[in-house]
């Protein structure tokens, strides 16, 4: 069964920290994961994909790793910034398409 | 270009009553997608269209939900009766096609609408 499972479930930092988020999966054939950022009361938006070739992507402030042999990602938040509190979401592809959607990392970013 | 657009964004019925949310997908976007978000859940998926025919629905409760998309564009779901359980956010998506072997990764990105956030007391 494809699973995808993210950590920690939540977590607390100060602004203009860094913290970096994990998911691990099991999806196979893999296509692509995703990372999406949810704010609270809205739908989630994409901050990254890559591919089985890529292991690094970057997005601003955020930068996401894949090692595709372990099938782990992370997803490092540089310099935090209050507006960075929200959920981030792990999601993975497979090649049919279907996706996998980890249960999400809950980020809380205090001044 | 405008977003995934839902409503309502927020319903509160009684358990038993009906239920239906709207989705209207971005211009051009082939595939619709239906999901349900549970506090502190991924979001599943219900079910996804592709113009207006079904690519999967096996993980809707077709019991008690049903979802149309009649012309291809906007799709409507519904939830008759509700139960406790649904309680849930809705999330509609669309992306310009899904899957296939001329499909570019890009072209099955995914997005989101805000959602409807259902209470059922």
């Known amino acids: 069964k494809n699973q995808v499972e993210q950590s920690p479930q939540s977590l607390i930092i100060l602004e203009g920290k860094n913290c970096t988020l994990q998911c691990n999966y099991t999806v196979s054939p893999f296509s692509n994961l995703r990372w999406y950022k949810q704010d609270t009361g809205r739908g989630p938006v994409s901050l990254t994909i890559?591919?089985?070739?890529?292991n690094t992507k970057s997005n601003g402030r955020y930068t996401a790793t894949l090692d595709a042999d372990t099938k782990q990602s992370s997803l490092h938040i540089t310099a935090s910034q209050l507006s960075d509190s929200a959920s981030y979401i792990c999601v993975v592809s497979a090649s049919d398409y279907k996706l996998s959607f980890g249960a999400g990392t809950t980020v809380t970013v205090r001044a | 270009e405008a977003g995934v657009a839902q409503s309502p964004r927020y319903k509160i019925i009684e358990k038993r009553q009906s239920v239906a949310f709207w989705c209207n997908p971005i211009?051009?976007?082939?595939?619709l997608y239906w999901y349900q978000q549970i506090l502190g859940q991924g979001p599943k998926l219900l079910i996804q269209?592709?113009?207006?025919?079904?690519?999967?629905d096996s993980q809707l409760p077709k019991d008690r939900f049903s979802a149309e998309r009649l012309k291809g564009v906007d799709s409507t779901l519904k939830i008759q009766p509700a139960k406790l359980e649904d309680s849930a956010v809705y999330l509609c998506?669309?992306?310009?096609?899904?899957?296939?072997?001329?499909?570019?990764?890009?072209?099955?990105?995914?997005?989101f609408g805000p959602g409807t956030r259902l209470t059922v007391l």
């Open positions: 269209f592709q113009n207006n025919g079904v690519v999967d």
């Open positions: 998506a669309s992306s310009q096609k899904a899957g296939g072997l001329l499909s570019r990764i890009v072209d099955n990105e995914q997005f």
């Open positions: 211009s051009g976007h082939a595939t």
């Open positions: 890559m591919t089985f070739s890529e």
